[in-house]
T-cell receptor, first 117, second 110 residues
C-alpha cells in the first residue's frame, strides 16, 4: 500500500540553526500538507500546497518557515532559524483528490520529531 | 479560523463497555468529519469519516453520528478492547484543510 514517507525520523538541532524536513507524498496525490504536534497536544495545521504553490497557511507558518517541491516527488519544510518552541513532531500529509481534504482521506507520514536545544 | 471542541479529554472504560466522544463546531459550511486514532508515538490514522449528507455511519464496532443542525458529531466505540486504547481526534474540513480537536485519551481497562 502506498505511504507518505518522511525523513529524518528524529532531528536534534541547536537553537538558531536551519532545519529541513523531507517528505515524499503518495505519488498520485495532489494536495500536500505540513502539520505540527507539540508533545501531548493537538495536531495543528501549518500549510497546504497545491499546484506548486502554497494554497493556505496558518498563523504559525511565519517568515521562518518555507515549503518547496524541488523535484516533483519531494516536499520539504524548512525552518530558517529554529527556536525552542519549534520542538514538536512534524507530520507531512497528502490527499489524492482534487478539491482538497474534503473529498478524500488525509494520509499522514510517520512524522519527524524535531528537538531544538 | 474554525475551532473544534472535543470532550472528554480523557476517558477510562472497562473492557467490553462502550465509549463515546463528542465534538462540536461552529462553521456550518463544513461537510466532512473524520475521526483519527493515534497510538503512542505513531501517526494519526483515519478510522471512520462521515459526510454531511448522512446522519450516521457504522463500521463494525465503530460508529459516527452527525447532527448538522446542532453542529456536533460523535464517535461511538462498542465492546471496547484493550487495543482501542489510544488518543482519538475528531476533525472537520475547513477550506482545503482539516482542523483537529484537542484529542481524547481513551484507556480501556482489562
Amino acid at each position: 500500500e502506498p505511504e507518505v514517507t518522511q525523513t529524518p525520523s528524529h532531528q536534534v538541532t541547536q537553537m538558531g540553526q536551519e532545519v529541513i524536513l523531507r517528505c515524499v507524498p503518495i505519488s498520485n496525490h495532489l494536495y500536500f500538507y505540513w502539520y505540527r504536534q507539540i508533545l501531548g497536544q493537538k495536531v495543528e495545521f501549518l500549510v497546504s500546497f497545491y499546484n506548486n504553490e502554497i494554497s493556505e497557511k496558518s498563523e504559525i507558518f511565519d517568515d521562518q518557515f518555507s515549503v518547496e517541491r524541488p523535484d516533483g516527488s519531494n516536499f520539504t519544510l524548512k525552518i530558517r532559524s529554529t527556536k525552542l518552541e519549534d520542538s514538536a513532531m512534524y507530520f507531512c500529509a497528502s490527499t489524492g483528490l482534487a478539491g482538497g481534504a474534503n473529498t478524500g482521506e488525509l494520509f499522514f507520514g510517520e512524522g519527524s520529531r524535531l528537538t531544538v536545544l | 479560523g474554525e475551532n473544534v471542541e472535543q470532550h472528554p479529554s480523557t476517558l477510562s472504560v472497562q473492557e467490553g463497555d462502550s465509549a463515546v466522544i463528542k465534538c462540536t463546531y461552529s462553521d456550518s459550511a463544513s461537510n466532512y468529519f473524520p475521526w483519527y486514532k493515534q497510538e503512542l508515538g505513531k501517526r494519526p490514522q483515519l478510522i471512520i469519516d462521515i459526510r454531511s449528507n448522512v446522519g450516521e455511519k457504522k463500521d463494525q464496532r465503530i460508529a459516527v453520528t452527525l447532527n448538522k443542525t446542532a453542529k456536533h458529531f460523535s464517535l461511538h466505540i462498542t465492546e471496547t478492547q484493550p487495543e482501542d486504547s489510544a488518543v482519538y481526534f475528531c476533525a472537520l474540513e475547513y477550506g482545503n484543510k482539516l482542523v483537529f480537536g484537542a484529542g481524547t485519551i481513551l484507556r480501556v481497562k482489562s
